[in-house]
C-alpha cells in the first residue's frame, strides 16, 4: 500500500504534485485545537522514523499506530477516563445508563426462550464500570436469572484498563488467574461470583449463546480516508512536512490504493472514512450470533452513511488536532452505521441506528430516575439530574450517541430455531429500546 502512495522513495513525486494538491489540513480535514508549538513525543519521533523509511502512512496505520502501539500506544499503558482523563463515557456519567443496558440483556433473553446459560461478552469495557452496573442488575434480579449460567469475557488490549476493570469486577479475596500465552490472559471472579475472563482478541471468546456488548468501542478503530479529486478517489496519507521535519502533515496518494475498494460504487459525498476492521467484527459477530443465537448492541457517536471527515483528536476533554503531539491525545472517527449494516447483511438482522436519547426513553430511564431521585439527598439527586442532562439532552449525548443490534433473523421475523430442553418456545416480540420496553 506504501509503495502504491508514492513514486519512488520519500514525499510524493513531483509529477503527481502537478495533477493533484497534496496538502489538505483546515479546507478539508477537522484538526481541532492547534496548540502553539508541536511536541516531539517519542510516538512522533517513532512515526517520523517510520516515514522516512517507508513512506507516507494512510491514517489507519496512523491511528493504529497511535492508539495501540506495544511498547507507546495511547491506550496499553494509561488510564484516560474520567475527570483526569481526556474524555468522559456514559457509564461514568450516571449508573442508570449501565442499568437499562443490563435490563436490554436481559429482556432479549426473555424474549428468546431463557436459554439456560449465556455469555456476557464486553469489547473494550473501559475501567469495567458497565459490566459493574450491568452486574448490579443481575444480582438485583437474581430471581429471574436463578437458573441461568452466567459468564463474563472482556476483550481488552491494554493492561493499564485491565488491571483497572479486574479491581473494579472482581472480588479481592479470589486472586487472578494469570496466563500471558492463554486465549484467556487473565480469569477471576466476580463480586456476585459470576466467572469473568479477558482476551485480547475477539476471536479468541470461546463462541456460545452470547450476548455483546460494544459502547464506544467502534470509534476508535483505524479508518482509512477518502477524498475525490478529478482523477477519481484518492486516500488520504500523513507525510513528514518538508517545511518543518518534526511536523506532520496530509498528503494525497498520487494514484488508486487497495483500501478504495470498500468504497461504495453508488457513493455521493465527496470525502469517505472506511473502517475494514469494523467490518471484519461485524462480520465476526454476525456469524457467532446466526449460529448459536444471542444478540449485539453497539452504542456510539456516527452517523448513517452522511457525515464526510470526522477523525479527531480529544486531550483534556478539549478537541485536539490530530497530528500534533500523537500518543498524548485519544483519535477517533464517527462511526459509519451504514456500513455496519451492509457487512451484516445476509447473516443476521439489525436494528437501527437511533438516537441515544430515543433508546434510553423507549427503556424507561424517566422512571428509574424517579425511584433513584426520590431515595437521594439533595447533592445526590442534582448529580442524578446532571447526569440525565447529559445523557438525553439533544445538545449534548442525547443525539450525538446511537444505539444499533445485530440479531437474529428468526427474532424479529418468527421461525423455527434450536432451543434445549429448558427453554420456552419464544415469539417474536418488540426489541427493547427500539420500541417500548414491555415484560413477558
Given at each position: 500500500m506504501r509503495v502504491l502512495a508514492r513514486v519512488g522513495v520519500g514525499p510524493l513525486c513531483s509529477a503527481a504534485r502537478a495533477v493533484i494538491p497534496c496538502f489538505w489540513r483546515g479546507k478539508y480535514f477537522s484538526s481541532g485545537r492547534e496548540p502553539a508549538e508541536n511536541q516531539v513525543t517519542p510516538m512522533l519521533r517513532h512515526l517520523v522514523y517510520k516515514i522516512k523509511a517507508t513512506g507516507p502512512i494512510t491514517v489507519a496505520e496512523y491511528m493504529k499506530e497511535v492508539l495501540t502501539?506495544?511498547?507507546?500506544?495511547y491506550y496499553v499503558y494509561r488510564d484516560m477516563l474520567g475527570e483526569k482523563g481526556d474524555f468522559i463515557t456514559s457509564p461514568e456519567?450516571?449508573?442508570?445508563?449501565?442499568?437499562?443496558?443490563g435490563i436490554w440483556f436481559i429482556s432479549e433473553w426473555m424474549a428468546t426462550g431463557k436459554n439456560a446459560a449465556f455469555q456476557l461478552v464486553e469489547l473494550g469495557p473501559g475501567r469495567g464500570t458497565l459490566s459493574g452496573d450491568i452486574l448490579r442488575v443481575f444480582s438485583q434480579l437474581g430471581s429471574v436469572l436463578k437458573n441461568c449460567d452466567i459468564s463474563i469475557h472482556l476483550v481488552e488490549v491494554s493492561e493499564k484498563l485491565s488491571e483497572i476493570q479486574a479491581l473494579t469486577?472482581?472480588?479481592?479475596?479470589?486472586?487472578?488467574?494469570?496466563n500471558p500465552g492463554s486465549p484467556a490472559y487473565m480469569k477471576g471472579v466476580t463480586k456476585s461470583g459470576i466467572p469473568i475472563s479477558w482476551y485480547r482478541d475477539l476471536q479468541d471468546v470461546p463462541k456460545g449463546y452470547s450476548f455483546y456488548l460494544a459502547h464506544e468501542f467502534f470509534d476508535v478503530l483505524p479508518v482509512h480516508k477518502f477524498q475525490k479529486t478529478p482523477q477519481g478517489w484518492r486516500e488520504v496519507f500523513i507525510d513528514i512536512d518538508p517545511q518543518a521535519?518534526?511536523?506532520?502533515?496530509?498528503?494525497?496518494?498520487?494514484?488508486?490504493?487497495?483500501?478504495?475498494?470498500f468504497i461504495q460504487s453508488d457513493e455521493t459525498r465527496d470525502h469517505v472514512e472506511v473502517c475494514p476492521e469494523a467490518g471484519v467484527i461485524i462480520q465476526e459477530l454476525s456469524q457467532r450470533i446466526a449460529l448459536t443465537g444471542g444478540a449485539a448492541l453497539i452504542a456510539d457517536y456516527g452517523h448513517d452513511g452522511t457525515k464526510t471527515d470526522t477523525f479527531r483528536g480529544f486531550y483534556g476533554h478539549k478537541l485536539h488536532d490530530v497530528l500534533i503531539a500523537p500518543g498524548t491525545a485519544d483519535l477517533t472517527a464517527d462511526v459509519d452505521f451504514s456500513y455496519l449494516r451492509r457487512m451484516a447483511e445476509g447473516k443476521v438482522a439489525s436494528l437501527g441506528p437511533i438516537k441515544q436519547q430515543t433508546f434510553l426513553k423507549n427503556m424507561g430511564i424517566d422512571v428509574r430516575l424517579k425511584v433513584?431521585?426520590?431515595?437521594?439527598?439533595?447533592?445526590?439527586?442534582?448529580?442524578?439530574?446532571?447526569?440525565?442532562?447529559?445523557?438525553?439532552?439533544?445538545?449534548?449525548?442525547?443525539e450525538r450517541f446511537h444505539f444499533f443490534a445485530l440479531l437474529p433473523h428468526q427474532r424479529l421475523h418468527g421461525g423455527s430455531h434450536p432451543m434445549n430442553a429448558c427453554q420456552s418456545k419464544p415469539s417474536p416480540s418488540p426489541v427493547a429500546g427500539f420500541g417500548e420496553l414491555a415484560w413477558r
Open positions: 502501539n506495544p511498547a507507546k500506544g456519567i450516571s449508573q442508570i445508563f449501565g442499568e437499562l443496558l469486577l472482581t472480588e479481592e479475596k479470589v486472586p487472578l488467574e494469570r521535519s518534526d511536523k506532520l502533515r496530509f498528503v494525497l496518494a498520487p494514484c488508486v490504493t487497495p483500501a478504495e475498494v433513584l431521585a426520590d431515595k437521594s439527598d439533595e447533592p445526590s439527586r442534582q448529580q442524578l439530574l446532571q447526569g440525565y442532562d447529559m445523557l438525553m439532552n439533544p445538545k449534548k449525548m442525547g
